[in-house]
């Protein structure tokens, strides 16, 4: 079965410090992969896939085939990243019609100290 | 503009009643649409997916069930809740590969 895994379920830094919070996923394929967040008293949302290689409020994400890992990083962490975060796979292969339902981690609750 | 409603927000609800949740999508047609669980310490679990009106499929067996009565609509219910059946239920939607958009989800909690 496929599964994504979110080793860390609490993480603390320091306000300016780097953050790097982890995530593997267990399918040989082609993987899609996406970071959602949650912050609080808020809904859950894509910050970034790894499609678009893009960097969203100083997040990145890149994508290692080889250590199946697809890890969101910033270098300088801002209490605004105090939230909820989801590493989350798709299957490939979607054709619009068929199961497309995400599977996701357990999440990574990040807090940034002051 | 593409919007996902869910209420309630939060419910108590006693063990052995039943149980509707709904989710509406504005500004979208024919999406997928899903119902996902965060249970405490489990991260968010696939309940439900449906890809049109009346098509729903279930990821894992339980107590409840999804029906979709309307292309937008799409409703979680149960006949009689368990203890197990509490957590924070997610509604969301996608359409293609344009990414998901979830819902605000409803706090569930069966006493």
């Not at chain 2, 069930?65 to 197990?84: E, G, H, N, V, Y």
Request: proline fraction near 6%; include cysteine; charged fraction near 15%.
């Amino acid at each position: 079965a496929q599964r994504v895994t979110q080793p860390e379920k609490l993480l603390s830094v320091f306000k300016g410090a780097p953050v790097e919070l982890k995530c593997n996923y267990s399918y040989s394929g082609s993987p899609e992969l996406f970071w959602y967040v949650q912050y609080s008293r808020q809904r859950l949302q894509l910050l970034l896939r790894h499609i678009s290689r893009e960097s969203i409020k100083g997040f990145t994400a890149d994508l290692n085939k080889g250590e199946t890992s697809f890890h969101l990083k910033k270098p300088f962490a801002q209490e605004e990243d105090s939230a909820m975060y989801y590493c989350a796979h798709k299957p490939p292969g979607y054709s619009g019609g068929g199961a497309d339902g995400l599977t996701f981690g357990k999440g990574t609750h990040l807090i940034i100290q002051p | 503009s593409q919007t996902i409603h869910q209420w309630p927000a939060t419910l108590v609800q006693p063990v052995g009643s039943p149980l509707s949740l709904e989710c509406t999508v504005e500004g979208t047609s024919n999406p997928n649409l899903y119902w996902y669980r965060q249970a405490a310490g489990r991260g968010l679990q696939l309940l439900f997916y449906s890809v049109g009106i009346g098509q729903i499929s279930s990821e894992v067996p339980q107590n409840l069930s999804a029906s979709r009565p309307q292309d937008r609509q799409f409703i979680l219910s149960s006949k009689k809740l368990l203890l197990s059946d509490s957590g924070f239920y997610l509604c969301a939607w996608s359409v293609q590969r344009n990414g998901y958009t979830f819902g605000s989800g409803t706090r569930l909690t069966v006493v």
